[in-house]
């Protein structure tokens, strides 16, 4: 049997064709895949790119603030560091007339489910402190004082004293709690 010459060129081309489309079009088809893939990157870059220029514009409007910034760090440090505050307690106690007998802290508890209620993302830590001072009352009196007013979130939880008047001086024992992040 022989095919004529034009029809054996017709059907080159066609089974040609054939075959350059089904080598083709999966290439193609990934292709397009590819096409939207970088698509979705560029997006997902603009994104990101949005996102860090609005860090970028907080962070020039917190400098507008860094003093107002650094009282909140003192007065809620990143972690309690206990040698900064008996050094405090120290010097407040010797300022205002009493003697530091005693110094111990106890466990750091987190305060995870009251913060969390009013806000706050991260945890906020509790130590707690002991302290035994002696002096005169209007000396305590005013170490108090000294306490509610600095920049350093104390809180007084408890307060006892042992001995009397007559006898000079008393002992102060004080049970403080202290926040940090």
Do not use: H, W
């Amino acid at each position: 049997m022989t095919i004529s010459r034009p029809l054996a060129i017709i059907i080159g081309l066609c089974l040609t064709l054939l075959l350059v489309a089904g080598f083709s079009l999966p290439k193609y088809q990934n292709l397009k895949l590819l096409q939207l893939k970088v698509k979705e990157k560029e997006v997902e870059l603009q994104t990101e790119r949005k996102y860090f220029s609005e860090i970028d514009e907080a962070k020039e409007k917190l400098k507008k603030f860094e003093q107002e910034l650094s009282k909140i760090n003192s007065a809620l440090p990143p972690d309690p560091y206990l040698p900064s505050l008996g050094n405090f307690l120290q010097i407040a106690a010797s300022q205002n007339g009493l003697v530091l007998k005693k110094i111990t802290s106890s466990s750091t508890n987190p305060l995870k489910e009251e913060f969390i209620k009013k806000g706050f993302s991260s945890e906020i830590k509790e130590t707690g402190v002991n302290l035994t001072v002696a002096g005169d009352y209007p000396a305590f009196k005013n170490f108090l004082y000294n306490l509610e007013k600095t920049a350093r979130l104390i809180e007084i939880e408890s307060i006892s004293f042992s001995g009397s008047e007559k006898e000079a001086p008393i002992d102060f024992n004080l049970k403080i709690k202290v926040y940090s992040y």
